[in-house]
């Protein structure tokens, strides 16, 4: 079987420079190039951009693992058995609160711009790429998903293609029932800046502490107010009396991908191809959300495929083997076999 293989790219973004939360504009971009790239040089290809998951970044989608291979391993097994070839791009759109959900944010800085229209642009000017939104794709998983999803249906002009793994969706069920937990550890390290400075000291983190990291992250791209201090981030819950915010919740809220359809619906209609699974047994009850979601696609008359697995939400990176393929021939690759 023929390789392909991984770039690892630095790149130093102009959109993430002085950003509000101080994470580094320089970021290391992964770019897997498919087994023909090298042999082939008039040969161009479809692009597909995977996003990282929540408190990750497009290195860790290379982790090796002995039960699961990394997606470099996996996409050359999937061209090896006649898929089509395309390059893959992983972002980096890690941050200090452990994610940007791929979205602008004043509290966190414009990573939806630097993915949508930076990297893109970048990509294409550097790698031999077929032109416009027909032939570039994106996925992800977990948070991945939601910005798959979310780029979807706000950038239809850059992205024609889109598989969501186990995507953030239906915020009363996947994030809501974490507000009191979030609440009682913020209160007991004495407020959110001695929260933080503990929870970035520590060589640990526990369940808690992901947890509420997870609330925190969620609220600096959802609900960014640069009057707050300390952050510029308005929180679902007063942390002196713990009483729920629901104002707050109705900001969270608009984000939701349940609440978007609505408006997108007409951008989703234009995509090559939707894509949407979700396991069985997700933890975050995000199975819910797939399928309201899928129910509200099919009412909008929007084309979509829809898979749910006897699975959870961890340790499930072999579904791109389902969704990586069917990209790859919406967006226009051609087999291997073909060069």
Known sequence: MKHGRVVLEHFESTVLAGNPAGDPAGRTVPVYLPPSYDDAPRRRYPVVFVLAAFGGRGRGLLNDDPWSPPLDERMDALIAAGGGEAILVMPDASTRFGGSQYLDSSATGR????????????????????????????????????????LGMTRPDVFGAVACH?????FDYCYRGDVPRFCTQVQRAG?????????ERSRQKSGDDMATLNVLGMAAAYSPNPATPPFGIDLPCDLESG?????????????????????????????RLLYLDC??????????????????????????????F???????AYRYDVSLPRLARALGAEPAAAT
């Not at 915010?245 to 209609?269: F, I, K, N």
């Open 111 to 150: 990573y939806g711009t630097h993915v949508a229209e930076e990297l893109v642009t970048w990509v294409d000017g550097r790698y031999r790429t077929l032109p416009g939104c027909d032939h570039r794709g994106v996925a992800g998983r977990s948070s991945g998903g939601y910005g798959a999803l979310v």
């Open 166 to 170: 186990s995507g953030d969706m239906c």
């Open 191 to 199: 407020g959110l800046a001695g929260w933080l400075e503990r929870f």
């Open 243 to 271: 009483a729920f915010r629901e104002d707050v919740w109705r900001r969270w809220l608009e984000h939701d991908p349940l609440v978007l359809l609505e408006r997108h619906a007409a951008a989703l209609r234009s995509l």
């Open 279 to 308: 396991g069985a047994r997700d933890e975050h009850h995000l199975q819910h959300g797939a399928r309201l979601l899928t129910r509200g696609l099919a009412r909008l008359g929007v084309p979509h495929e829809y898979e749910e």
């Open 310 to 316: 006897d699975d959870g939400h961890r340790h499930v």
